[in-house]
């Protein structure tokens, strides 16, 4: 079993930054993914970026490309989430997810265990 904490969401104004973190406990061992999901009322969750964690891999979906950095503490216990030159759009919950058998980054059904969430605000 693996437990996911989100920590460090808040509201920003447009063009502000903040920094998500995760923290992986138990069988961290067994993941081959973590990754960044986000959903605003009323969408669909989706996957903002993720990253292999034996090779370092990343994936971002366009509209953060640039603006959004994944990473991953040397112990791999703990993600981050450094986000950059925020935008309205970008407003939702952002989810922590782990994956034991992920190949398709952006697919939900292929992680294994998620976080409660963490709110995202920006405003114009």
């Known amino acids: 079993q693996v437990q996911v904490v989100e920590s460090g969401g808040g509201s920003v104004q447009t063009g502000g930054s903040l920094k998500l973190s995760c923290a992986a406990s138990?069988?961290?061992?067994?993941?081959?993914?973590m990754g960044w999901f986000r959903q605003a009322p009323g969408q669909e969750r989706e996957e903002v970026a993720a990253?292999?964690?034996?090779?370092?891999?990343?994936h971002y979906r366009d509209s953060v490309k640039g603006r959004f950095i994944i990473s991953q503490d040397s112990a791999k216990t703990m993600l981050y989430l450094q986000m950059n030159s925020l935008k309205p759009e970008d407003t939702a919950m952002y989810y922590c997810?782990?994956?034991?058998?992920?190949?398709?980054?952006?697919?939900?059904?292929?992680?294994?265990?998620w976080g409660q969430g963490s709110q995202v605000t920006v405003s114009s």
């Open positions: 997810a782990a994956g034991r058998y992920v190949a398709d980054v952006t697919v939900l059904s292929e992680y294994d265990y």
């Open positions: 138990g069988y961290t061992s067994s993941l081959n993914c």
């Open positions: 990253i292999f964690r034996r090779d370092g891999r990343t």
